[in-house]
């Protein structure tokens, strides 16, 4: 069974400094994994995505993320946050043979000024 | 450019009556997908589509319905709504065919919808 745990249900960093919202999942089969950010009252964006290249992923808005098969682990992190960086983010999982997502609770990121 | 357009954007209706929300891209993608959002709970999906005449239950179809009459359209209906079907609904689509993983999913803007 596959399976998604977002570490943290809210992170609140200080403008200019680092972001780390943390991700860890569960699969009996190579993952592919996203990370979605979603605004207040706005949709779904992806903002990076692994699918068994590189383990060090990078994506828009200057946010990275490493996939660790070790640690089971797919923590997104940013060097220095922005207030617009403040928002919802998704940790999502598919594995298997199916394109169905498996999606964390989210983790809710506040950027104080 | 492709877009995904959901309609209405906002719907109030009324406990027992039926109720639509359609979902349209212009992706060509053959995978479509139904979710919902609720405080505490994430997205969880609905339906979803490998292509036309094709639908799937997700882990909360219980009270919905979907039909697939061709590539661009896939919209959700409500049979009798009620109050915990209350939520945001967003419709996403996937490229690919055949069962390939690791397609990353756009998504519509969301229909908000209550029921009284």
């Known amino acids: 069974a596959q399976s998604v745990t977002q570490l943290d249900s809210h992170v609140s960093v200080s403008e200019g400094t680092p972001v780390l919202l943390r991700c860890n999942y569960s699969?009996?089969?190579?993952?592919?994994l996203f990370w979605y950010v979603q605004h207040p009252n706005k949709g779904l964006q992806l903002l990076l995505k692994y699918t068994s290249a590189a383990t060090l992923v990078k994506g828009i808005n200057g946010f990275e993320a490493e996939f660790k098969k070790s640690e089971t682990s797919f923590h997104l992190t940013k060097p220095s946050a922005h207030m617009s960086d403040a928002a919802e983010y998704f940790c999502?999982?598919?594995?298997?043979?199916?394109?169905?997502?498996?999606w964390g609770l989210g983790t809710s990121l506040a950027v104080n000024p | 450019d492709a877009e995904i357009t959901q309609s209405p954007r906002h719907k109030i209706t009324e406990t027992g009556r039926q109720v639509t929300l359609a979902c349209h891209q212009t992706?060509?993608?053959?995978?479509m997908f139904w979710y919902r959002q609720d405080l505490g709970h994430g997205l969880r999906l609905i339906h979803y589509s490998y292509g036309v005449h094709d639908t799937n239950k997700g882990e909360v179809s219980d009270g919905y319905s979907v039909s697939r009459s061709n590539t661009e359209d896939l919209p959700l209906t409500l049979e009798s709504a009620a109050s915990s079907q209350t939520s945001v609904y967003f419709c996403a689509t996937a490229g690919g065919s055949g069962r390939a993983p690791g397609n990353e999913q756009f998504f519509g803007p969301g229909t908000r919808l209550t029921v009284l």
């Open positions: 992706w060509n993608h053959n995978n």
């Open positions: 699969s009996s089969y190579s993952p592919s």
């Open positions: 999502v999982v598919n594995a298997g043979n199916n394109r169905k997502l498996i």
